[in-house]
């Protein structure tokens, strides 16, 4: 069986009506929505909705790890909004719609840290299997899924305490295959070398690597991580790589 895996699509829904061909099955690992283009700042929902100046600005205090700064720039910019919330909804039910329709069947998905679980049951479909601290067999391997990220000066969309996360990782037990949309905490895989900084990693997956030894464990989040791959004993774990970025799926071939 050949499974294709992506993480960060970040709205790229001509790559991800794609990834399936040649694969049994799709998963995705989360961060579906492009909320702002680090590329092209007139891109994404902030984009969209402020101009590319206005988004420039904010990346620039959020880089600089200005974060009550960037905070209160945007909201100013939320504030001189009409209909702010409407209007966000509005564009994020348009993404999810396309984006959504372009997963192949079948596909199984979890969450990541901007995305919005509440909204998904609108567009999830037969063939799209939405999982979180549950798992699924394919072709005999026992996958299990654990959506979103930990807590960060961020202040992302799905950010859970500690705690939480660690009870999905508990529920999902023993598996072959733990497919997160954060990686396990080790300094070389949360590292972004483009970014120059560490982004928050799992110390639940970490010891659930431990306790259960999965296969693999597969995870995105990290754009440019220091390093994609790491063994921790026989647990190979592996950055799938910025889907948004590269348009190409992680092949995963079960013997």
């Known amino acids: 069986m050949r499974v294709h895996v992506v993480s960060d699509v970040h709205g790229n829904v001509a790559a991800l009506a794609k990834a399936g061909d040649g694969a049994d099955a799709l998963v995705c690992l989360g961060d579906l929505l492009l909320f702002i283009d680090y590329a092209d700042h007139g891109r994404g929902i902030m984009g969209e909705l402020f101009g590319a100046e206005a988004v420039r600005r904010f990346v620039e205090l959020r880089t600089a790890r200005r974060f009550e700064e960037a905070r209160a720039w945007s909201r100013g910019l939320w504030d001189g909004l009409g209909d702010a919330?409407?209007?966000?909804?509005?564009?994020?039910?348009?993404?999810?719609?396309?984006?959504?329709?372009?997963?192949?069947?079948?596909?199984?998905?979890?969450?990541?840290?901007v995305d919005?679980?509440?909204?998904?049951?609108?567009?999830?479909?037969?063939?799209?299997?939405?999982?979180?601290g549950a798992a699924v067999e394919l072709d005999g391997w026992r996958f299990g899924f654990v959506g979103g990220g930990?807590?960060?000066?961020?202040?992302?969309?799905?950010?859970?305490?500690?705690?939480?996360?660690?009870?999905?990782?508990?529920?999902?037990?023993?598996?072959?295959?733990?497919?997160?949309?954060?990686?396990?905490?080790?300094?070389?895989?949360?590292y972004d070398v483009v970014a120059r900084r560490f982004e928050r990693g799992s110390?639940?997956?970490?010891?659930?690597?431990?306790d259960c030894r999965p296969r693999y464990v597969l995870f995105g989040h990290v754009h440019q991580p220091l390093q994609r791959r790491r063994r921790i004993g026989r647990t190979e774990c592996i950055n799938v790589g910025h889907f948004r970025g590269t348009g190409r799926p992680f092949v995963l071939d079960l013997p």
């Open 150 to 190: 930990l807590r960060t000066p961020m202040r992302t969309p799905y950010e859970i305490a500690d705690e939480d996360y660690a009870a999905k990782v508990a529920a999902v037990g023993p598996v072959d295959v733990l497919c997160c949309h954060i990686p396990p905490a080790l300094p070389e895989l949360t």
């Open 116 to 132: 919005l679980p509440a909204l998904w049951p609108e567009f999830a479909r037969a063939g799209v299997t939405v999982l979180d």
């Open 203 to 210: 110390e639940a997956v970490l010891d659930a690597i431990a």
């Open 85 to 113: 919330s409407g209007r966000v909804q509005q564009a994020v039910r348009g993404q999810y719609a396309k984006l959504f329709a372009a997963f192949p069947t079948p596909t199984y998905v979890t969450y990541g840290n």
